[in-house]
């Protein structure tokens, strides 16, 4: 069967990752995504090793990496557009590879009328799946998909109770990466963080508190893309932030929407529910460090004897990120929140260590790290198990299950 994967990647990641490997900007297509799959980034070619024994056949597409696409778009003799180019290039890889299966990891990068025109040129195309695992702002773009799958159970709720065919999906790990990096067998680090910190409702604003009080109580080493945010950035943030009430006093004043309409940055402005935020909290800014991405992430994961994690707002209930996976399966000792589905995942105080409170996650990593032994063995039953019962070879066999429910219904 023939699926086709659609994925897009931080844009800091791949300009950093051929900044480092210059010499893959005149390289083949093939050589350009076989070298990006080989670091290990986000999904990477994950899906692809592990349904092709399943008997699909996949392609998987990062659509904004502009090196790897336009490399395939100069071999195939296509022109290129420079305002539509990702659309345009994905469309001609889709139509020419012709999949059963559609699965877009980001949904809000291709349109529902950019789907229709594709299942027109795609007679075979049967099913449209797309992934979320973060806020979106409008449900209505799921209409153009068949299944929305999400590792977030709160998720699959709205998504059910809003009308759309949704199903739970967990975030995997892929052992192989543990055989692309030198095993780090003393860590360095004590207790680590890496990851996102958005300030944005329903994001990561009560990982950014917690975060803020574990740091003045323990050494916490955090690796974030909030710590590469520009002045520049930090200028327009604070802009907006002074002119969001006056644009807001006048639009109740009753200046009209036809106004605000020749001036785009205030017509934004005038329609955001709430005072933008900040995009860096200046008391953490000092204590980041630059992002890590890829096996340079895994192998900060290992050198770290401990790592925090905290989920997402719109997870209240559920353990459901990718840290869960990608620290266990390196051998670190994973902290986090408690949820009140983790035991399904994994053995709570056994396999990872859990908190409730701020006070409950400085009492334990205090005494984690007094207690190496105890850590240790707590890092190897998390790896055991994320081996054992959570690796994208067992979602294949999921997905696979789910997929093929689906095309029955059709």
């Known amino acids: 069967m023939k699926l086709c994967k659609i994925t897009t990647l931080y844009s800091t990641y791949w300009q950093k990752f051929y900044a480092r490997h210059p010499d893959l900007l005149k390289a083949p297509y093939e050589v350009q995504k076989a070298t990006l799959d080989r670091d290990g980034f986000g999904w990477a070619d994950f899906w692809f090793q592990a349904l092709t024994p399943l008997g699909y056949e996949v392609l998987e597409i990062s659509a904004n990496v502009e090196p790897l696409q336009t490399a395939w778009a100069q071999a195939q003799g296509m022109p290129i557009s420079h305002t539509h180019w990702i659309p345009e290039i994905v469309f001609a890889q889709v139509r020419q590879f012709q999949p059963i299966v559609l699965f877009l990891e980001n949904f809000a990068t291709f349109s529902a009328t950019w789907i229709q025109e594709l299942k027109q040129a795609c007679p075979a195309l049967r099913l449209v799946i797309s992934w979320c695992g973060a806020?979106?702002?409008?449900?209505?773009?799921?209409r153009a998909h068949d299944l929305v799958l999400s590792c977030i159970p709160e998720l699959v709720e709205q998504f059910r109770y809003l009308g759309h065919h949704s199903e739970h999906l967990n975030h995997a790990f892929e052992p192989d990466i543990l055989n692309r990096f030198t095993p780090i067998t003393k860590p360095e680090i004590d207790?680590?963080?890496?990851?996102?910190?958005?300030?944005?409702?329903r994001y990561h604003l009560k990982r950014e508190q917690i975060l803020e009080q574990l740091a003045q109580q323990i050494p916490l080493q955090i690796y974030s893309p909030s710590a590469e945010i520009s002045w520049k950035q930090k200028s327009?943030?604070?802009v907006a932030r002074v002119l969001y009430p006056i644009?807001?006093?006048?639009?109740?004043?009753?200046l009209s929407a036809?106004?605000?309409?020749?001036?785009?940055q205030l017509a934004q402005l005038a329609a955001l529910p709430e005072c933008p935020p900040y995009p860096v909290n200046p008391r953490l800014q000092t204590l980041m460090r630059p992002a890590v991405f890829g096996l340079e992430m895994f192998r900060m994961l290992?050198?770290?004897?401990?790592t925090f994690n905290r989920h997402i707002d719109i997870s209240p209930r559920?353990?459901?990120?990718?840290?869960?996976?990608?620290?266990?399966?390196?051998?670190t000792c994973l902290v986090t929140d408690w949820k009140e589905n983790l035991h399904t995942l994994f053995e709570p105080e056994t396999e990872v260590v859990t908190y409730r409170s701020t006070e409950e996650c400085v009492e334990k990593v205090q005494w984690l790290l007094a207690h190496p032994e105890q850590s240790r063995a707590i890092a190897q039953a998390g790896q055991v198990r994320t081996l054992k019962d959570h690796t994208f070879a067992h979602r294949a066999i999921q997905i696979d299950q789910v997929i093929s429910k689906e095309l029955r219904r059709r």
Request: charged content about 15%.
């Open 135 to 142: 806020p979106y702002q409008d449900a209505d773009i799921f």
């Open 318 to 331: 559920s353990a459901s990120n990718m840290r869960l996976f990608e620290a266990t399966g390196v051998g």
């Open 302 to 306: 290992q050198n770290s004897k401990l």
């Open 236 to 238: 327009k943030a604070l």
């Open 247 to 254: 644009v807001q006093a006048t639009k109740q004043g009753g």
């Open 191 to 201: 207790f680590s963080f890496i990851g996102q910190i958005v300030r944005g409702n």
């Open 258 to 264: 036809h106004w605000f309409a020749k001036f785009p």
